[in-house]
Nanobody, 124 residues
Framework: QLQLVESGGGLVQPGGSLRLSCAAS????????IGWFRQAPGKEREGVLC????????YVADSVKGRFTISRDNAKNTVYLQMNSLKPEDTAVYYC?????????????????WGQGTQVTVSS
C-alpha cells in the first residue's frame, strides 16, 4: 500500500514562507497524482494544488494562485508545497493525497491515499 507522510508545518507570521513535504513510499504503477488539500476549522476540505506524473501541474486554487507552488523530487519520492506570502486565512491542516491515474482528480473522495496532515498556523 502507498503511504504518505506530511511534514513541515508550524507557526509562521503573515507574509512569511513555509515548505511542506509529502514523502511517499510503496508506490508501483505507471502514473500517479499528488494533491495538496487543506481543511480549516468548520470548513470542508478543499483542493489547493495537484501535480500529475504525466502532465505536471493540473490545477491551482484561486485562493493560493501566485503564492503557492508544487514540485516533486522523484529521487526522494517527495512532493513539496512551497507557500509564500502566507495569510491568516491560510491557517489549516494540510494534507497530501495520492491518486493512481494520469490526471488529477478535483474531489477529495477521488483520492485513494492520504497522509495524516500537518498543521499550518499563520498568526502574529
Amino acid at each position: 500500500q502507498l503511504q504518505l507522510v506530511e511534514s513541515g508545518g508550524g507557526l509562521v507570521q503573515p507574509g512569511g514562507s513555509l515548505r511542506l513535504s509529502c514523502a511517499a513510499s510503496g508506490f508501483t504503477g505507471n502514473y500517479y497524482n499528488i494533491g495538496w488539500f487543506r481543511q480549516a476549522p468548520g470548513k470542508e476540505r478543499e483542493g489547493v494544488l495537484c501535480i500529475s506524473s504525466r502532465d505536471g501541474v493540473q490545477y491551482v486554487a484561486d485562493s493560493v494562485k501566485g503564492r503557492f507552488t508544487i514540485s516533486r523530487d522523484n529521487a526522494k519520492n517527495t512532493v513539496y508545497l512551497q507557500m509564500n506570502s502566507l495569510k491568516p486565512e491560510d491557517t489549516a491542516v494540510y494534507y497530501c493525497a495520492a491518486d493512481l491515474g494520469s490526471r488529477c482528480p478535483r474531489r477529495p473522495n477521488e483520492y485513494d491515499y492520504w497522509g495524516q496532515g500537518t498543521q499550518v498556523t499563520v498568526s502574529s
